[in-house]
């Protein structure tokens, strides 16, 4: 079974269409996060999420909006697609609310590409 | 602003040599230390973490990694490296109590020819 596991692997898609990326972790883990890579490879947190509560949420546009229907499934909607938003989005969890003592156990990541 | 750098951004080395990637971290409060390993095709792994303690820490698959304060490093090391350690090597830093925010580094790729 796949600890954290995010939906789909691959998107390509036309600027200005809207686009969801699913995550799904069965660790049993409170928080849940995204992260963005960008093409020179830097990972860059975007949301966390605590039992659902949003906790940590950087300087992201508002066309990304993050989901958490229940505190093992955090998903990222984006609108208005720009070539920008061309990345590879990594969803996370861990244990702790906190995060300060656990590792984050990362997802196999969904490469968007917006033409 | 908080940030992490790795020194290199791609190494080649052939098999059984010894390996050591640099990070450097700025920041002057309490951090945690990680490194991730991400390999072809597959999620970013743990490598090995640093919390408190003993500065220098072992990880998985013969990785070490020594934590030196005044230097605001946190380098990783391994004495002879092999061809299944081709991957992409990524330093992170959590700053204490800030929600569980991970700064990675850029990254360096690894190439172990064999």
């Known amino acids: 079974d796949t600890a954290v596991s995010q939906t789909p692997k691959y998107l390509v898609t036309q600027m200005g269409n809207d686009k969801s990326i699913k995550c799904e972790q069965n660790l049993g883990h409170d928080t849940m996060y995204w992260y963005k890579q960008d093409s020179k490879k830097f990972l860059k947190i975007m949301f966390s999420y605590n039992n659902k509560e949003l906790i940590i949420n950087e300087t992201v546009p508002n066309r990304f909006s993050p989901k958490s229907p229940d505190k093992a499934h955090l998903n990222l909607h984006i609108n208005s697609l720009e070539l920008g938003d061309s990345a590879v989005y990594f969803c996370a969890s861990s244990q702790e609310r906190t995060g300060d003592t656990g590792e984050l156990f990362f997802g196999e990541g969904s490469r968007l590409t917006v033409l | 602003a908080q940030s992490v750098s790795q020194h290199n951004h791609h190494v080649i080395l052939s098999e059984a040599a010894s390996l050591e990637l640099g990070c450097n971290y700025s920041?002057?409060?309490?951090?945690?230390l990680f490194w991730y390993v991400q390999y072809p095709g597959q999620h970013l792994q743990l490598l090995l973490k640093?919390?408190?303690?003993?500065?220098l820490v072992k990880g998985i698959k013969g990785f070490e990694a020594e934590f030196i304060k005044s230097k605001f490093s946190f380098n990783l090391r391994k004495p002879s490296v092999q061809w299944s350690d081709t991957a992409e090597y990524f330093c992170a830093v959590m700053i204490y109590n800030q929600g569980g925010k991970l700064i990675f580094g850029q990254g360096t790729e690894l190439s172990v020819k064999p």
């Open positions: 640093y919390f408190s303690g003993d500065p």
């Open positions: 920041y002057g409060g309490t951090v945690n």
